[in-house]
């Protein structure tokens, strides 16, 4: 519970405050549309995991085993990676659901290939009824079929491992600009500012931003070890002198910074 506390209050929230800016902005700057586009993607990780284990924390205080949600997403190598490892509970729906009883694998390659791209884009619209999301689930579409062809043309080129996690979770910062925007064409300002904004006011920004550009240089440093699993071993092995005083300073450092109060879940728009 405490672990998804410090992702909320102290992650989520204050990283909100300079997307929503940027995204509300009437002029974006190159400095400004970058740090949201990043931001966005631990904003939402760091809002909608620390949601999942906080619930999780609740539900074993009442003896109840909820299942694993997220398990280190930006690290996965592939799109097909990345959605077992996010969302795992609504990945798990969406295919037993939808891609099975479209027909799955079962009825040659095209149909395979299209049930994927209908699965996606539904589950795109699921989160609203705005063009914003259908292309952000046919953006992973295109990329989870693009993943299954290649394997089934037994492409033989391999990348190494840490530049398909980079390239991975550029592709998928990329998407996240269309689920955050309120239209496609603020999405696409968005992914254009960093190329073709100022950057004349970048030593201003970056002083104005070190908060927030220390909490996505954690963030980014960490999300590794990310892994309920390795909480579990560690508070078994910690010392209770060291684990509770760590367990307070964890509350004090959220409550301080985040002045007592919370932003609402971004999923309980969903």
């Not at 620390?50 to 999780?56: N, P």
């Not at 996505?216 to 892994?227: C, G, S």
Request: net charge positive; proline share 3%; hydrophobic share 55%.
């Amino acid at each position: 519970f405490t672990l998804g506390l410090i992702k909320k209050l102290v992650f989520a929230d204050q990283l909100a405050g300079f997307v929503d800016a940027a995204y509300n902005a009437p002029v974006i700057d190159a400095p400004g549309a970058l740090l949201a586009l990043y931001g966005f993607t631990a904003q939402i990780y760091c809002d909608f995991s620390g949601y999942t284990d906080m619930a999780i924390g609740l539900a074993m205080l009442l003896g109840i085993r909820l299942p694993t949600n997220f398990l280190r997403p930006y690290t996965a190598a592939s799109l097909t990676e990345f959605w077992r490892r996010w969302h795992i509970t609504l990945s798990s729906w969406l295919r037993d659901y939808l891609y099975i009883p479209l027909g799955g694998n079962r009825r040659g390659t095209a149909r395979e290939l299209g049930n994927i791209m209908l699965t996606m884009i539904l589950g795109g619209l699921w989160h609203g009824a705005n063009w914003t999301f259908v292309v952000w689930g046919a953006m992973h579409g295109v990329g989870i079929t693009a993943t299954h062809m290649l394997r089934r043309l037994n492409f033989a080129f391999r990348l190494p491992r840490w530049l398909a996690v980079l390239l991975t979770f550029h592709f998928v910062t990329v998407a996240w600009a269309f689920f955050r925007a309120p239209n496609v064409g603020r999405a696409l300002d968005m992914l254009a500012a960093p190329f073709s904004g100022s950057w004349a006011g970048l030593v201003a920004f970056a002083s104005h931003a070190s908060f927030a550009l220390a909490l996505l240089a954690v963030f980014l440093v960490t999300h590794k070890y990310d892994d309920l699993r390795r909480v579990k071993w560690l508070t078994r092995r910690l010392r209770h002198e060291i684990l509770w005083p760590a367990l307070i300073f964890c509350w004090v450092l959220a409550i301080t910074i985040s002045q007592g109060s919370s932003a609402k879940f971004v999923y309980f728009d969903f």
